[in-house]
């Protein structure tokens, strides 16, 4: 068994030393004229530095950008796109984090890049394999609301923002990126929307090139709909395994004919994970599912730790892997 | 059947009572104070004489506006949630995480077995109390919030956590009864996060209101009304306080489908926007409401607290909620 240790996506911006204040600091003195942003891009880039130097120091194969420059995960992406304004707050799923809901007034339309020069700087400033992570279609879609018909209905502004990642998808794969995640968390609120999902993912799959396509979801229990993901044109299936205890079972039982992306340690909960207990979770899987390559991370983004806990479960993640395989030599 | 209610505690307010959530922006000499206190340059004793003196601001400022039930402005809080947990015993202060955009609050921890020691805004309370004469809100955060706020370590699960911090909370719900409070507020904007949760907050909120003497309302906000409606209405609560302008009034449509059976304290103005909405907007979304409600059943506030609003915007922004409701009390028949 492989198992390859990675970040999930997003990571603390803040951290309760003065150093890790920097971007607050900077972004709120941006905003009373004080700051350029210039400023504020640097600042931007200190935490992002700062961020996959504490992944690597954790010991992942595999890091994030940490989504540092992202007010949240649906303006950022859908905000850079003509057609679009952004409205009054959302809250994220069952969070206690709110997002600035897109409000799609005309044809959705990619005039730039949205994650290309993100990722570059990530991929710059790292020693380890950068994983590039985009929200999905069918998510912003169903978490924008049109205005007087401009969208021209939901499937229309599903298309439109299909259109786009998938050139994002592209521009992404010539910029080198290896593993592009495509999150989907939505489709587990409304799981009977798979087939629009599916039509969705195909149209990305087919921008990725060489790059491998991964399907995450979370904040929800995918069983439900397992033997319908297993069809998919994905390279890798993430699962955050917090919602149903019995998932581990499931997945054994069904065996997977996709890489696996095991999100079983809770990135929404402070309290460690026994790594005994996950090491069996990790056994009873591999009886039944193929996974002589997998990869271990945290079930969601870990931006909703504090930062000093965070780390700690980034650490785990190769506390668990040793206890599963022992330490390397 | 609410409004006999409050006449039963003795209080008699106006068609369209208007009242705010519960938070006012800390003035600048309280920031001040506060960063003091922080790093340490001040005592408790001057941050706590700050606070008295931007509460008092705050309670001439809303009886200068006219507003009918007011609050204390919540001055020497922080968190809605984080001030709860440092002074509850069995929490401990977590690292900062983000709430939205460049907004931060520490999560607390809970470590141990939750227990209340004495009373937590009691005196706050008696203190703003004693500056007007005018009915004054008691606010704490209820259990749901509470539990789904915070990180869980010491509790095997959500439900043990919820049910066992509403035991502490109804202590405090007693306490400010004991001192004379009549009108209590059990904030629990999270209470539609996971819909099929609602049970074990409404059995939350039995614990902490039950049997007791007071006209309770709880406040909501941004979350998925439509998938809690109308199985909140069976939380036991007299008014629900809910956010609507943010959301377009979008709750409406809700109680074209089941009828809306409580008083309700509508949220006329959104407290993210920096835009000071004018009155004729107010007074239009009250308009769309009353297509709906009785008159009796509605009071009127923003959609939420305005602690992160400027001073001047938050004052302009009750100005809007005052003016609008008393231009309609003054045109509906009250027949």
């Known amino acids: ?329 | 059947m609410s409004r006999a209610k409050l006449q039963s505690l003795g209080i008699d307010l106006p068609l369209f009572p208007t009242t705010s959530v519960g938070s006012f922006p800390k003035p600048d000499f309280l920031l001040k104070a506060r960063a003091d206190f922080a790093s340490r340059r001040i005592r408790l004793g001057a941050l706590e004489k700050a606070a008295r003196q931007a509460t008092e601001f705050w309670i001439r400022e809303q009886e200068k506006l006219g507003v009918d039930v007011l609050v204390d402005g919540e001055m020497y809080r922080g968190d809605m949630v984080a001030y709860f947990a440092a002074h509850l015993e069995g929490f401990e202060e977590g690292g900062l995480v983000r709430s939205y955009g460049n907004r931060y609050y520490h999560k607390p921890i809970i470590t141990g077995e939750v227990h209340w020691e004495e009373p937590i805004t009691v005196e706050w309370w008696k203190y703003a109390r004693g500056l007007t004469s005018k009915p004054l809100k008691g606010i704490l955060t209820g259990p749901y919030t509470v539990m789904d706020w915070s990180f869980i370590e010491y509790y095997p699960d959500r439900l043990t956590a919820c049910l066992a911090l509403a035991k502490e909370i109804r202590k405090e719900v007693e306490a400010l009864i004991q001192e004379g409070a009549k009108i209590i507020q059990i904030d629990e904007p999270a209470i539609s996060v996971r819909p099929e949760e609602l049970p074990v907050a409404i059995k939350a909120m039995h614990i902490v209101t039950d049997g007791l003497p007071a006209y309770f309302i709880t406040h909501i906000c941004y979350g998925a009304f439509e998938a809690i409606y109308p199985a909140m209405l069976d939380l036991p609560v007299d008014n629900f306080d809910l956010e609507m302008s943010n959301s377009g009034l979008d709750i409406l449509e809700l109680f074209k489908k089941a009828r809306y059976t409580k008083d309700i304290s509508l949220g006329v103005v959104d407290v993210h926007s920096h835009v000071v909405e004018e009155e004729r907007v107010v007074e239009q979304r009250l308009r769309h409401a009353l297509e709906l409600l009785p008159k009796e059943a509605i009071w009127v506030d923003p959609d939420c607290g305005l602690k992160t609003r400027t001073v001047e915007e938050a004052i302009a922004k009750m100005q809007s909620v005052v003016t609008a409701a008393k231009a309609l009390r003054a045109v509906t028949s009250d027949k």
């Open chain 1, 1 to 329: 068994m492989e198992l390859v240790l990675c970040n999930h996506s997003s990571y603390p911006r803040i951290g309760d030393d003065t150093e890790h204040q920097v971007l607050r600091r900077t972004i709120a003195q941006h905003d009373k004229g004080e700051k350029t942003e210039d400023a504020v891009r640097a600042a931007q880039d200190r935490m992002t530095e700062l961020a996959l130097a504490e992944q690597e120091e954790a010991g992942l194969d595999l890091v994030t950008d940490g989504q540092i420059r992202w007010l949240d995960p649906i303006s950022h992406l859908a905000a850079k796109l003509s057609g679009v304004r952004v409205n009054g707050l959302l809250r994220f799923f069952d969070t206690n984090f709110y997002f600035r809901q897109p409000v799609v007034q005309g044809k959705l339309e990619r005039t730039k890049p949205l994650l290309v020069e993100e990722f570059k700087f990530a991929k710059e400033k790292s020693t380890r394999s950068v994983k590039a992570v985009l929200t999905g279609p069918y998510t912003l879609a169903r978490y924008s609301v049109e205005e007087k018909g401009g969208a021209g209905g939901f499937d229309k502004m599903l298309e439109g923002y299909t259109a786009a990642l998938a050139a994002e998808v592209a521009a992404l794969a010539a910029a080198g990126a290896t593993v592009i995640q495509v999150e989907e968390p939505a489709l587990l609120k409304y799981p009977d929307d798979f087939p629009r999902l599916e039509q969705s993912l195909t149209a990305l799959a087919m921008s990725k090139d060489s790059a491998q396509l991964a399907l995450v979801l979370y904040f929800g229990d995918p069983a439900p709909i397992y033997d319908h993901l297993q069809t998919l044109p994905v390279d890798l299936l993430g699962f955050d395994f917090t919602y149903n205890p019995g998932l581990v079972d499931r997945i054994a039982s069904n065996g997977t004919a996709r890489t696996l992306v095991l999100g079983l340690v809770d990135g929404r909960n402070t309290r460690l994970e026994d790594p005994a207990a996950t090491a069996r979770q990790l056994e009873k899987l591999a009886r039944g599912a193929d996974l002589s390559r997998a990869y271990l991370s945290p079930s969601c983004g870990l931006e909703f730790l504090p930062r000093d806990r965070a780390r700690q479960k980034l650490k785990h993640l190769a506390v668990i892997r040793n206890t599963l395989l022992g330490s390397p030599a």
